[in-house]
């Protein structure tokens, strides 16, 4: 039997039960994933497997989504799958710090270059990380963009179970 680590009682294993990733910032739910309930505290928590390659897999959805521009939480989620500082992410677009803190609160939009630009800086270096494309191709991904795009399109759900981000992926990093 699992103890809760937080008050030591035994702990309820769910299985099949979907989980709402939220820690990411993002709205993805992970399909397959064990979780544990204490009835005792209350404490909850779920066992992800290979958490790098999950991040992976969320930031190259997100670089091929091509309705909208970048949200909030999306560039915010890119940059720290990066392991890039606001300040850091700033040298590499020739924008200030500000910009980025905006882009990221909502108080300015991210604009089509800096976009597209931030989208392809996340797929090469998932691509060198993973020496190995992570998608149909830098080219396609950005042929396929429209001209115009809409401001803030609605939160887009992201399903995953562990298959995808375990098995899609080649080995970029230790299991
Ligand atoms: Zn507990």
Redo the contacts with the bound molecule.
């Keep these: 039997m699992n103890k ?1 680590y ?4 035994d ?1 309820q294993v769910i299985k099949d039960k979907p989980y709402n990733y939220t820690e990411c910032g993002l709205d993805v739910v992970l399909h397959g994933i064990t979780q544990y309930a ?1 009835p ?4 909850e928590y779920a066992s992800i497997p290979n958490m790098q390659k999950l991040h992976r897999l969320i930031g190259a959805y997100i670089c091929q989504k091509r309705k909208a521009l970048l949200k909030p939480a999306e560039i915010k989620f890119l940059r720290k799958d990066l392991h890039l500082k606001a300040k850091e992410l700033a040298v590499l677009l020739g924008v200030t710090t500000s910009t980025i803190s905006r882009w990221e609160n909502g108080k300015k939009e991210i604009g089509e270059a800096h976009d597209r630009l931030l989208r392809s800086i996340y797929m090469m270096y998932a691509s060198e990380q993973a020496n190995h494309m992570v998608c149909g191709g830098v080219l396609n991904m950005f042929k396929e963009l429209p001209t115009k795009r809409k401001k803030i399109a609605q939160s887009e759900k992201i399903d995953l179970n562990p298959q995808e981000w375990l098995n899609c992926l080649p080995d970029c990093c230790p299991a």
């Design positions: 809760c937080s008050c030591g009682a702990i204490c005792s505290c209350g404490e």
